[in-house]
Structures are given as structure tokens and as C-alpha cells.
């Protein structure tokens, strides 16, 4: 796990959404675009900060599991599109963690979906919760965009916030 105080706290990649994913109309099927934002997410983290999860599972015992999803779907996504997946950590506890995932036009960076989700760190043998290592509260303390806490803001102020946010501005 990289401890550099120059990571970045917004992480970024392109995906193209896959037909086997979408409707009989083409549109990214509501229950996927979890896996999209997850997925996302895992290959960032490795890439950016150095923190293989399933690496993290083998050698602690412990793992992060999705305790709870709040999704909000602004704007059609379609089979055969380019999109981008910002992530962010926003928030973070000594056992839970609070993302940030937005699904973007690849093109015009329009929102076309986020979603907050918090996961709850548990010993996967004893399935209890447990708090984070002094490491990963330094990781966490570096990267997140808002710091340690809770929101202060409610998902729906921030999807309205997304909603009228100006393309390109």
C-alpha cells in the first residue's frame, strides 16, 4: 500500500458498457451499474494507492463488505458506450467507509449516475466489525475528499446538486 501525501483523492477510468448488462431497450440494466461502480472502484484503489483488497483479505483477515447503496440514475446509459467512473472516499470511521461513485459521459461529462455506498470493516472469520490499522487511517486521513465523519449533506441534496451541475464548467 502506497503512504505518499500527493495521491489523488478523485480516481478515474473508462468502461464501455457491455450488452449482456442492459435491457431489451439498451439501457445499463439499474442492477449493474453497482457492479460498475464497484468494479471501478477495486481496479482504482490497486492502481492508485497500491491496496489490493483481495491481497488485503489473504494477509489480515479482514475485508469491507457493503453495508449500505444509495443510487440515484440521472440520465440513460446505453450498451456500447463509453463512460467514465470518478470515485472518491469521502468519509471514513475506524470501521466504516463512505464512497462516492458518479458515472459520467465520457464525451460531454455529464452525471449520468451516482452513488453513495458505505461498507463496514469485518473480520471475515469471526464476522465482526472491527476498526481499521494505524496504516489505513493514515491512507484514509490523505485521500479522503471530506475527511473523517460523517456527511453533512443528505444523498439527495447531492444528487440535486449533480443534477444542475453545468456541463463542461
Not at 468494479?39 to 483481495?54: H, K, M, P, T, W
Request: hydrophobic letters at 40%; proline letters at 2%; glycine letters at 6%.
Amino acid at each position: 500500500m502506497k503512504l505518499e501525501k500527493d495521491l489523488p483523492k478523485y480516481l478515474e477510468s473508462d468502461v464501455l458498457i457491455r450488452f449482456e448488462d442492459c435491457d431489451p431497450f439498451g439501457h445499463l440494466n439499474n442492477g449493474r451499474y453497482i457492479d460498475y461502480f464497484l468494479n471501478a472502484r477495486e481496479d482504482q484503489v490497486r492502481e492508485y494507492y497500491g491496496l489490493d483488497i483481495y491481497g488485503h483479505i489473504k494477509q489480515t483477515g479482514n475485508a469491507w463488505v457493503v453495508a449500505s447503496n444509495q443510487i440515484a440514475y440521472i440520465r440513460e446509459v446505453k450498451f456500447m458506450e463509453w463512460v467514465k467512473i470518478k470515485t472518491c472516499l469521502m468519509h471514513y470511521d475506524a470501521s466504516n467507509l463512505i464512497t462516492e461513485c458518479q458515472m459520467l459521459d465520457k464525451e460531454t461529462g455529464a452525471v449520468l449516475a451516482v452513488i453513495w455506498s458505505r461498507f463496514a470493516y469485518i473480520n471475515i472469520k469471526k464476522g465482526q466489525r472491527v476498526e481499521h490499522s494505524l496504516d489505513l487511517m493514515t491512507l484514509f486521513g490523505d485521500v479522503a475528499t471530506e475527511g473523517e465523519g460523517k456527511p453533512t449533506t443528505y444523498f439527495e441534496e447531492r444528487v440535486k446538486e449533480l443534477r444542475t451541475v453545468q456541463v463542461g464548467a
